[in-house]
């Protein structure tokens, strides 16, 4: 079971995005849903970039029932009098996932939404892992030692992301989001885990908090 409030959560911000390779990540939902799988409840807050009245966030719910893995997931931002909803269901059987759903919005000109499909596979071997999904396509290699990863979305840009996992307590990220770099750092002790991540942008420094906790 996951429940998750987050919006890019700092494993995904430190690590540029290029996540969608790593196994068991629930953020998956929306990229790749055949790597979603672990347990947890996590939580994360974002006031991007400092602006006033600019929050995003979402929340996910995953639920292993045998050989399936079903999810749901909704991101929301607000700027201002626009608002944002997007809504998905996920499922995941074996190497390949499937997410339906739909993004609501809200502004001065009206309310629209559209349809959102996700799908794709994630094959692993020793450590190694390729994730093919109809957004993204990715490789990633892991170890004891950390995760090493590289991203592309329909190969209009690149993602890379580097996890260093020195002991059972401690963990860090590095990445570049396109041309803009990022870093994040984990501390974990048993269940209970604390991130944060920042990213360098156009727009200045973005900063996320992230609490994870496993069961």
Not at 135 to 152: A, D, M, P, Q, V
Not at 172 to 184: A, C, H, I, L, T
Request: hydrophobic share 40%; aromatic share 20%; charged share 15%.
């Amino acid at each position: 079971m996951i429940i998750l409030l987050i919006y890019q959560t700092a494993f995904y911000t430190g690590s540029g995005g290029a996540i969608s390779g790593m196994v068991g990540l629930p953020e998956n939902i929306f990229f790749n849903p055949a790597s979603i799988g672990n347990e947890e409840i996590s939580i994360t807050f974002s006031n991007p970039f400092g602006v006033e009245d600019f929050y995003r966030g979402e929340i996910y719910f995953v639920h292993n029932i045998r050989d399936f893995i079903s999810g749901f997931g909704i991101r929301i931002k607000k700027v201002y009098s626009y608002y944002e909803n997007d809504l998905m269901f996920s499922l995941k059987y074996g190497i390949i996932g499937f997410s339906f759903g739909g993004k609501y919005k809200v502004s001065e000109y009206g309310t629209r939404f559209y349809y959102n499909i996700r799908y794709g596979a994630l094959l692993s071997y020793k450590g190694l892992n390729i994730g093919i999904s109809n957004e993204r396509k990715s490789i990633s290699y892991k170890n004891i030692n950390g995760i090493i990863s590289f991203e592309t979305t329909n190969f209009n840009d690149l993602h890379f992301g580097l996890c260093i996992i020195p002991n059972n307590v401690f963990y860090g990220v590095f990445g570049f989001d396109n041309r803009f770099p990022s870093f994040g750092i984990g501390i974990k002790t048993g269940s209970l885990s604390l991130e944060f991540g920042l990213r360098f942008t156009e727009l200045g420094m973005d900063n996320v908090w992230t609490t994870r906790w496993g069961f």
